[in-house]
């Protein structure tokens, strides 16, 4: 029998500890995914012990103590260890750690202390409980020194020497700008021979794209869109030359979360074979929202950060651009002031079409989700998504820009039978409009072929078992490659 493979995954944030963002949901259920599956690695969990984390909830059990290197002296940290569903955790401890205020911050240098900590503390305490991973996998900026001080390092550390690692890309555009420096303070030098662009031969992110095996991203299209100027974080013509150990994952939806079936927080549950029951929860919404109740009103909704790259401000224009549509729609999100105000002026704009609710609201999240006929995700660009994939769970069609992970979970109703939702390409408030109409067209003409939309949309496999078993033969492939050093 062959040995199980050790995997020592690193990450910023991760649920039930710590969540701000979609990593923290990926990061807390990849990992149990891949223990669970048959053959699946003996995969460990690393955290930082964030103060935001309830430690006391967690019967956190010490680990070890010892000191990681740095220029002004080496610095104290503990490792702590607990474990959730079978999934051992390790938390690091030590100085920048427990004093920041917040997960992340908007001091890239402050944070590149921390986290550059993080990394190198993590792959300390693998060292000093002597478990020995075949493969580090890091995520994003925050852990990507640990995979640049394997590169450098695996000629001489005897530890790390036959160590595989996998860089993760959640969002390329955050690469850890002002943490170069603080890199060298560890002892990891910029990379003037990396064939980098100059500008980007100290920060964490290029160089654990540098230093990984393998890389991937969290959709086949943006790991594709990675490669193009648009896209690349002025990375493209880097990132070009290493196709080859370049993948895209797309992510899981966690399926036991997001189920109409058995949601406690929508009104009434259903799945397939009962979507009329759906109706139900549409005449709730509207009523909530003080609309007027008519299951022939089409409603539209967006929830989401309002944040630049989900395009909410091109979505507002959109919606004003086809305003003479008998759609109504409600706004769920918080995020940029500017964003919120344009979101708050439509609704005074079209008092008797627009519900704007600025605040995060899960519960009202999932009714919406139950409730709206099609769900706007206008993204200039979406490495995953969740939203498509939660709206389609729960019969709620997609109407999105074609781009990365949404390109890859949307099947347009014009491109095959196997339709599930609407694309449009340009990121226009023109294309949106246009869009908006193609799907009204839809509903209020013919109610069979939409249903048809959301019962394919329902019956898409999100799984995080299938993503994990890609990540799976990702990490066995790598262990059959030759290790380049
Ligand atoms: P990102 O992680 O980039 O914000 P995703 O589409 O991957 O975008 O995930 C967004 C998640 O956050 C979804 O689960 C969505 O329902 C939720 N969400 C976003 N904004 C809100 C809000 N204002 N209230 C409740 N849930 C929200």
Redesign the pocket.
């Known amino acids: 029998m062959s040995k199980r493979l050790k995997v020592l995954f690193l990450a910023a944030e991760a649920v039930p500890f710590v969540k701000v ?3 923290g ?1 990926v990061a807390g259920t990849l990992p149990r995914a891949l223990r669970a599956l048959k053959g699946g690695p003996d995969i460990r969990m690393v955290l930082p012990l964030h103060p935001q984390v309830d430690r006391d909830k967690l019967n956190l059990k010490p680990a070890a103590a010892f000191s990681v290197g740095h220029v002004d002296g080496s610095l104290r940290v503990q490792a702590f260890e607990t474990e959730v569903d079978g999934l051992p955790v390790y938390f690091i401890d030590g100085g920048p750690i427990a004093e920041a205020a917040s997960v992340y911050s908007s001091d890239s240098r402050a944070d590149g202390y921390k986290y550059v900590l993080f990394s190198m503390g993590a792959l300390e305490m693998a060292r000093i409980l002597d478990w020995q991973p075949d493969i580090v996998h890091a995520q994003d900026w925050h852990t990507a020194a640990a995979i640049y001080y394997i590169k450098l390092n695996r000629k001489y550390d005897a530890f790390y020497k036959k160590c595989r690692t996998l860089l993760t890309v959640h ?1 390329l555009p955050y690469l850890g700008n002002e943490a170069g420096p603080v890199m060298q303070d560890f002892g990891l030098p910029a990379a003037v021979e990396s064939g980098l662009p100059e500008w980007s031969q100290q920060m964490p992110l290029p160089l654990g794209l540098y230093a990984a095996d393998k890389i991937n991203s969290v959709s086949p299209g943006y790991a594709g869109e990675m490669l193009t100027p648009e896209f690349g974080s002025g990375l493209y013509a880097y990132l070009a030359g290493r196709k080859k150990d370049l993948v895209g994952i797309l ?1 899981g939806l966690d399926e036991d979360s ?1 189920d109409p079936k058995t949601d406690e927080k929508i009104p009434v549950n259903f799945n397939r074979d009962s979507l009329v029951e759906r109706k139900e929860n549409k005449r709730q919404l509207q009523d909530e929202l003080n609309l007027a109740v008519n299951p022939r009103i089409p409603l539209l909704s967006i ?3 309002m ?1 630049h ?2 395009g909410i401000d091109t979505a507002i224009e959109g919606l004003r651009l086809a305003a003479g549509l008998p759609w109504r729609v409600v706004i ?3 995020g940029t002031p500017e964003i919120e105000e344009q979101a708050r002026q439509l609704g005074r704009d079209y008092p008797d079409k627009v519900r704007t ?1 600025i ?4 519960g ?3 009714r919406i ?1 139950a409730g709206s006929d099609a769900i706007l ?1 206008p993204s200039r660009y ?7 994939m ?1 709206g389609m769970r729960y019969g709620c069609v997609p109407i999105a820009r074609a781009t990365g992970g949404l390109k890859d979970t949307i099947v347009d109703f014009e491109d095959s039978e196997e339709n599930t939702g609407f694309l449009f390409a340009e990121g226009s408030a023109e294309a949106l409009a246009e869009t908006i109409e193609r799907a009204l067209g839809l509903f209020l003409n013919d109610q069979r072929r939409w249903r048809g939309l959301q019962l394919r949309g329902m019956a898409q496999d999100f799984s995080w078992m299938r993503s994990a078993k890609e990540y799976l033969t990702l990490y066995q492939s790598m262990m059959a490659e030759k290790l380049r050093r």
């Open positions: 963002g979609g990593l949901d969002n992510n997001w929830i989401s950060r944040d790259q989900k769920l999100g918080t609710m605040r995060y609201d899960e009202l999240a999932r989700y995700i979406e490495p995953c998504g969740l939203t498509q939660i």
